[in-house]
C-alpha cells in the first residue's frame, strides 16, 4: 500500500488514537493493528465526514448506508482471523474499508456490493491505494461468488434474518464465516464453522444494530433499511 501523501499528515495523530482505542478494546493482534494503520479510513468516507473518520462510530457513506465503527471491524478481524494464504469472501462492500483492511491481512480478498456507486467508489479508493489483492462484483452477495468458492471465510457486514445457504456452501471445510443474524432492529454477531462437514454456530456479540441484506437470500428488495 502506498505512503500517505504529506497533506495526509494530519491524519496520522487521530489514526494512532483510534488505534490505541482499538488496543484498549482488547485487540492485541498486532498484525490487525497495522492494518488500521495502513489503511486511512478518510479516504473510503465522504470528504464532508474526513473530520470524524478517525472517531469509532459508525459514518454516513451515501445510499442510505454505514460504514460500522472501527472497533467493531477490528472484532470482525480478530474473529475471522484470515491468514496470507487464504481467499475471503466479503458481503457488503459499502466504503471498501473493511475491505482494505481484509486485503492487508488475507491473500485475496472477494467482495460483492449491490449498490454500483457504492462500489465503483470503493474501488477507486482501493485504487488510489495501491490495493491490488481485491475482486470487487456488483450484484447480490446473499447468493455468493460461485466462481471463487469455496472461501476459508467469509463476512457479512449487513443484517440477515437466517444464514444463506449459498453462502454455507461456499464456506471451506474448516472454514469461518461472521454475521450479523437477527430481525431488522437487532441482530447477534455470529460466528458459524463448517468442520468435516458439521456446521456450529456461537454468538460474538449481542445487541448490534446494521444496514439489512437485501436479496435472494436475505430480506426482500422492498424493506428499507433507511440511514442507521
Ligand atoms: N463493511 C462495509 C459495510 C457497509 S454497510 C463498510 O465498512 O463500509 C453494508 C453494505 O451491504 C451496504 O453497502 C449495502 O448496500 C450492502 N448490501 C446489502 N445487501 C446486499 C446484498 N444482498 N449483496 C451485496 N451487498 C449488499
Redesign the pocket.
Known amino acids: 500500500m502506498r505512503e500517505a501523501p504529506q497533506d495526509e499528515r494530519r491524519f496520522v495523530g487521530p489514526r494512532r488514537r483510534l488505534i490505541e482505542l482499538i488496543r484498549d478494546r482488547g485487540i492485541q493482534d498486532l498484525e490487525i493493528l497495522q492494518a488500521f494503520d495502513r489503511v486511512p479510513r478518510h479516504r ?1 468516507v465522504p470528504e464532508g465526514m474526513w473530520h470524524r473518520a478517525y472517531e469509532d462510530a459508525p459514518l454516513p ?1 451515501g ?1 442510505g ?4 465503527q472501527p472497533s467493531l ?1 477490528a472484532l470482525y478481524l480478530s474473529v475471522l482471523r484470515p491468514r496470507a494464504h487464504e481467499q475471503i469472501l ?10 482494505a483492511l481484509l486485503a492487508c491481512l488475507a491473500g485475496r480478498v472477494y467482495s ?4 454500483r456507486e ?1 462500489s465503483k467508489r ?1 474501488r477507486k479508493a482501493l485504487d488510489a491505494l495501491g490495493v491490488m489483492n481485491v475482486a470487487l462484483l456488483v ?5 455468493g461468488w460461485r466462481k471463487y468458492a469455496p472461501f476459508h471465510g467469509i ?1 457479512v ?2 443484517a440477515s434474518p437466517a444464514i444463506p445457504p449459498a453462502l454455507l456452501e461456499q464456506l471451506a471445510d474448516g472454514g469461518r464465516m461472521l454475521l450479523p443474524l437477527g430481525t431488522l432492529e437487532a441482530q447477534e454477531l455470529v460466528l458459524v464453522q463448517k468442520e468435516g462437514g458439521e456446521v456450529t454456530t456461537q454468538t460474538v456479540q449481542s445487541g448490534c444494530t ?9 430480506w426482500p428488495d422492498e424493506v428499507r433499511g433507511g440511514e442507521r
Do not use: C, K, M
Open positions: 473510503f457513506i445510499w448506508q454505514t460504514t460500522s471491524q466479503e458481503v457488503g462492500t459499502g466504503s471498501g474499508y473493511l475491505t460483492v456490493e449491490r449498490i457504492l470503493a450484484g447480490d452477495g446473499s447468493i463476512v457486514t449487513a446494521f444496514v439489512p441484506l437485501l436479496g435472494r437470500f436475505a
